[in-house]
């Protein structure tokens, strides 16, 4: 099936992020991780175990060249603020060429003469938030139809969304002397994909103990991308603190099959089967030498890992 669509703002060779997660145009990014989670649960295979081979195909499809490049493009700071520039170019264009604008659909002209163009544009792009990838047929022509609102809803407000301007570089007082070697600038920072955003915050829950926040947040991101070792070693890490032995024998199997070099399952996973293998009385005598204690870990963790990450407490 081709993701094609040539209505709205895509008429114009624009790839409208906003239609695909049926967001406004000026959503915050909390509202749009929270709209991307709610679709990216909605297509993963296991939220439709009853579809076909070909639904969950399709929906695979929508996920990974339709969703996830929308929510990477309005999640980074910097490629968001490029494209709400340009977003606000092309609502000023728009207004001088009004004949190449063309709305198919009866919500859009319904829009065009709005008396309160924000409520209005709002409700709409609510409602059909609601239904939006229920029937992955339908999807292409209800992306389209959103993006036909973001375009009126631009001409009407054009210059009303803003971005940060760019930061200026501050004048040099004594400008360097033709002899004077110039220091080169530093690279731009490499914007993190989505998925190293969700192990940055897990690995920073790690940290403070809050192993089910930071369980959620691996979980989320194996839905996303479920052959990434990285994921699979972390929240191995967390079951270990939550005692969730054969869990995280499970996830450790899984990174080390998926990168055979992954550190961290490399130095857990042996102390772990043999733990396993041991028992009930020798699994208490390791876990006494190891923590130097009899009394269970406070931290919520098995005796045997309790002191890996330090013996933090909670925040």
């Given at each position: 099936m081709s993701l094609k669509i040539d209505r709205g703002l895509f008429k114009?060779?624009?790839i409208d992020h906003h239609a695909i997660l049926c967001v406004p145009v000026d959503a915050s990014v909390r509202d749009i991780?929270?709209?991307y989670l709610k679709i990216a649960r909605l297509l993963h295979p296991d939220s439709i175990a009853t579809a076909t081979a070909t639904q969950k195909q399709l929906a695979n499809e929508f996920?990974?060249?339709?969703v996830n490049p929308a929510y990477e493009k309005l999640s980074g700071e910097r490629t968001r603020t490029e494209y709400i520039l340009v977003l606000s170019q092309m609502g000023r264009r728009l207004i001088q060429e009004p004949a190449t604008v063309e709305l198919t659909t009866d919500l859009a002209r319904q829009?065009?003469?709005a008396p309160n163009i924000d409520h209005f544009y709002r409700s709409a792009i609510a409602k059909i938030a609601e239904t939006q990838y229920d029937s992955l047929q339908q999807a292409l022509q209800i992306i389209a139809q959103v993006s036909e609102l973001?375009?009126?809803y631009l001409m009407r407000s054009a210059g009303k969304l803003s971005a940060p301007p760019p930061t200026q570089p501050k004048a040099t007082p004594n400008p360097p002397q033709p002899n004077t070697t110039p220091t080169a600038a530093p690279a731009p920072a490499k914007e993190d994909s989505v998925i190293e955003q969700y192990i940055r915050r897990a690995q920073t829950l790690i940290?403070?103990?809050q192993f089910a926040q930071a369980k959620v947040e691996l979980q989320d991101a194996l839905k996303l991308e479920p052959k990434n070792s990285r994921?699979?070693?972390l929240i191995a890490m967390v079951y270990l603190k939550q005692n969730q032995l054969k869990m995280a024998k499970i996830h450790f199997d899984n990174a080390l099959k998926l990168d055979p070099n992954d550190q961290i399952a490399l130095q857990w996973k042996p102390k772990l089967d043999k733990f396993?293998?041991?028992s009930a009385s020798e699994q208490k005598v390791t876990s006494t030498a190891i923590t130097g204690s009899k009394q269970p870990d406070k931290t919520g963790g098995s005796g045997l890992f309790g002191g890996l990450f330090g013996g933090k407490k909670k925040a």
């Amino acid at each position: 099936m081709s993701l094609k669509i040539d209505r709205g703002l895509f008429k114009y060779d624009f790839i409208d992020h906003h239609a695909i997660l049926c967001v406004p145009v000026d959503a915050s990014v909390r509202d749009i991780r929270k709209r991307y989670l709610k679709i990216a649960r909605l297509l993963h295979p296991d939220s439709i175990a009853t579809a076909t081979a070909t639904q969950k195909q399709l929906a695979n499809e929508f996920l990974s060249k339709l969703v996830n490049p929308a929510y990477e493009k309005l999640s980074g700071e910097r490629t968001r603020t490029e494209y709400i520039l340009v977003l606000s170019q092309m609502g000023r264009r728009l207004i001088q060429e009004p004949a190449t604008v063309e709305l198919t659909t009866d919500l859009a002209r319904q829009l065009a003469g709005a008396p309160n163009i924000d409520h209005f544009y709002r409700s709409a792009i609510a409602k059909i938030a609601e239904t939006q990838y229920d029937s992955l047929q339908q999807a292409l022509q209800i992306i389209a139809q959103v993006s036909e609102l973001n375009l009126v809803y631009l001409m009407r407000s054009a210059g009303k969304l803003s971005a940060p301007p760019p930061t200026q570089p501050k004048a040099t007082p004594n400008p360097p002397q033709p002899n004077t070697t110039p220091t080169a600038a530093p690279a731009p920072a490499k914007e993190d994909s989505v998925i190293e955003q969700y192990i940055r915050r897990a690995q920073t829950l790690i940290e403070k103990n809050q192993f089910a926040q930071a369980k959620v947040e691996l979980q989320d991101a194996l839905k996303l991308e479920p052959k990434n070792s990285r994921c699979h070693s972390l929240i191995a890490m967390v079951y270990l603190k939550q005692n969730q032995l054969k869990m995280a024998k499970i996830h450790f199997d899984n990174a080390l099959k998926l990168d055979p070099n992954d550190q961290i399952a490399l130095q857990w996973k042996p102390k772990l089967d043999k733990f396993l293998g041991q028992s009930a009385s020798e699994q208490k005598v390791t876990s006494t030498a190891i923590t130097g204690s009899k009394q269970p870990d406070k931290t919520g963790g098995s005796g045997l890992f309790g002191g890996l990450f330090g013996g933090k407490k909670k925040a």
